[in-house]
């Protein structure tokens, strides 16, 4: 399956700073899922990125505070915006294997943030 | 309200010890039913996918079956290294987003 590269893998900010993490696949994928696990918890879906759309957020994340960039079929950038201490998570690039809306997904190896 | 619940929360076996792990779902139609392996400061790495109740996979000492409301993962003769998170997550008809259960931790003592 495809493999996906994910950085920063850590980072530890200030609190009201900005961040962005960078998602490179090493194959096109259609669609990429950005999700953010909390400490000890599951996984909970952010938003899709579409290249050539815009994102489409979950319920309780809005694009000013986690904007998207999708530029091509194997790239992606999440920006965590005006972070707090409740940002402290880590965050999940993933890319769903083959050409169509069903199937597995394959995940990069995060980036944990801690906000101070 | 589409939901994936896994239970239990934790499960300490002994080495050698087979035990079930359950994912049960509630959705409006079910597209796909996958479950993932992840360890420590990983991501998730997918093991199954199940599209079908009475379906199973098998992959070592690993199976899954599925059925109209929940679905299980068998572990048999379990080994230390299989001490992981396994995730349960199904994708809804219709949609394209794949929804997480809490996951169940698995700890296996030598």
């Known amino acids: 399956s495809a493999v996906i590269s994910q950085k920063p893998s850590r980072d530890i900010c200030q609190r009201g700073t900005s961040l962005t993490i960078q998602c490179q696949v090493d194959s096109q994928v259609t669609m990429m899922f950005w999700y953010r696990q909390q400490p000890g918890q599951s996984l909970t879906l952010i938003a899709t990125?579409?290249?050539?759309?815009?994102?489409?957020?979950e319920s309780g994340f809005v694009i000013d505070k986690f904007p998207i960039s999708r530029p091509n079929l194997t790239f992606s950038t999440l920006t965590v915006s005006n972070m707090s201490p409740e940002d402290s998570s880590i965050y999940l690039c993933?890319?769903?294997?083959?050409?169509?809306?069903?199937?597995?997904?394959?995940f990069g190896e995060g980036s944990r943030l801690t906000v101070l | 309200e589409d939901q994936v619940t896994q239970s239990p929360e934790a499960l300490r076996l002994q080495e050698g010890e087979s035990s079930s792990l359950n994912c049960s779902y509630t959705v409006s139609g079910l597209r796909g039913l996958f479950w993932y392996r992840q360890d420590p400061g990983k991501g998730p790495e997918f093991l199954f996918t199940?599209?079908?109740a009475g379906e199973e996979k098998e992959k070592e000492r690993l199976k899954a079956t599925l059925t109209k409301k929940e679905s299980f993962l068998h572990i048999t003769a379990p080994k230390p290294e299989d001490s992981a998170t396994y995730l349960c997550a199904v994708q809804v008809a219709g949609g394209f987003k794949t929804i997480f259960g809490a996951g169940t931790r698995l700890f296996v003592k030598a």
């Open positions: 990125a579409n290249q050539g759309s815009e994102a489409t957020y």
């Open positions: 993933s890319g769903r294997s083959g050409t169509g809306n069903t199937g597995e997904l394959f």
């Open positions: 199940l599209y079908s």
